[in-house]
């Protein structure tokens, strides 16, 4: 439904309006309303003025007055102009009503609709009912007063409208536009920064050599105290010559040399962890050992698989339940599992993971003894 206004006027209160403008009775709806016409049908006037016979709504911003008679008339009363309402109970031929208290008036305002009232209260008389469920929401909506956090929703014409819809989706694409550059930027700045930590990594790698170099040749002052702190700063940088296909080319050649540095890296490791390892701890220290030079699993795989061709001291293993470890060519399985059988003696029975416990082993390889 939609209400009709006529001519621009204001009361002598400056607080009715009387306007010409094309306003759907949901123009509050954005906010949330509360229609009075469709659930009572509530009949009501102004005292004193022509204005009866009426539907009156309320809204979360305003009180709107509709004449049954002529749709043209509609009236419209801010509820920020309010400053408190209070009922008056309805009597022997008397209905009840609603006194709404009003704001003063505006300066430089012109006269509206009543131009004799000097009241600052307009009246509503409620003829059918339903006065009191009225009260109650006006007097809650007084209360919130959501008028002054919610704007009302603008009526602009369509072909506005459809401007406003072509800018913000233009909008739209120039912030999306902006956030690719700003990720193209980034993306840039990060490889710049690691295009600079490689360089510094390679830095690092020649001034280790050097120094490494040093302490095999005893050059210079080094002491033999400086010589053991400073090997042990490089075994835990893990700084090393890594094998590379770049430095050792391709196929054979390059897993051959893999798995010569793979041996000597890892010979003393292993001794102190028992003689054998799971390729994922193989895997794990390795890499760290390499650095930036990353080796992929099945590189490492192919190097591990020649270190017995090699008559390297250590070799690949492959257990039945396929887990697959390095260990010592010295490195025994009936020793380990004369003491297996030893521990289980002294204790009884032994979980896999009481057994890792006391060989020092992972529970993996607690398991396939």
């Known amino acids: 439904m939609f209400f009709i206004f006529t001519e621009a006027i204001e009361s002598e209160q400056n607080l ?46 305003r009180l709107i007055w509709k004449d049954a008679k002529d749709q043209t008339c509609v009236l419209s009363l801010p509820l920020s102009l309010i400053v408190f309402v209070e009922e ?27 131009t004799t009232s000097r009241n600052h209260y307009i009246r509503f008389s409620f003829t059918q009912g339903g006065m009191t469920e009225f009260y109650r929401c006006l007097a809650d909506e007084l209360a919130h007063r959501r008028w002054e956090h919610i704007p009302l929703t603008s009526h602009q014409p369509a072909s506005q409208k459809r401007h406003v819809r072509a800018a913000g989706i233009v909008g739209i694409e120039r912030n999306i536009q902006q956030k690719h550059k700003e990720t193209d930027q980034n993306i840039s700045v990060a490889f710049e920064d690691l295009n600079k930590l490689i360089a510094k990594a390679k830095d690092m790698v020649t001034l280790a050599k050097g120094i490494s170099s040093k302490i095999k040749e005893k050059q210079g002052d080094i002491t033999e105290d400086e010589t053991i702190r400073l090997q042990s700063y490089l075994l835990s940088l893990g700084v090393d010559d ?50 930036m030079e990353l080796l992929s699993p099945e590189d490492l795989i192919s190097a591990c698989k020649l270190l017995e061709v090699l ?39 032994l979980t896999a993971e009481e057994l890792s416990t ?3 082993l992972s529970v993996i390889l607690a398991k396939e003894r």
Do not use: W
Request: aromatic residues 6%; glycine residues 8%; charged residues 20%.
């Open 16 to 61: 009715i309006v009387l306007t010409t403008r094309n306003v759907k009775e949901n123009s509050d709806t954005a906010i949330q309303q509360i229609n009075f016409v469709n659930s009572f049908q509530n009949t009501c006037f102004f005292f004193q003025t022509p204005f009866d016979n009426g539907s009156l709504l309320l809204t979360s911003h």
């Open 311 to 349: 008559k390297l001291p250590v070799r690949l293993k492959s257990f039945d339940s396929g887990v697959q470890v390095l260990q010592l060519q010295s490195h025994s399985e009936e020793e380990s599992i004369e003491k297996t059988a030893k521990l289980v003696e002294e204790n009884g029975s």
């Open 358 to 360: 006391m060989a020092g």
């Open 242 to 291: 890594p094998v590379t296909r770049e430095t050792h080319g391709s196929g054979q050649s390059y897993y051959r040399e893999l798995a010569k540095q793979i041996g000597s890296m890892l010979e003393q490791p292993l001794r102190e962890s028992g003689g054998i390892m799971t390729l994922t701890d193989v895997y794990c220290r390795v890499n760290r050992a390499r650095g």
């Open 88 to 114: 008056q109970a309805g009597g022997f031929s008397k209905s009840p009503k609603i006194l709404a208290h009003l704001s003063a008036p505006m300066p430089g305002k012109q006269p509206g609709p009543a």
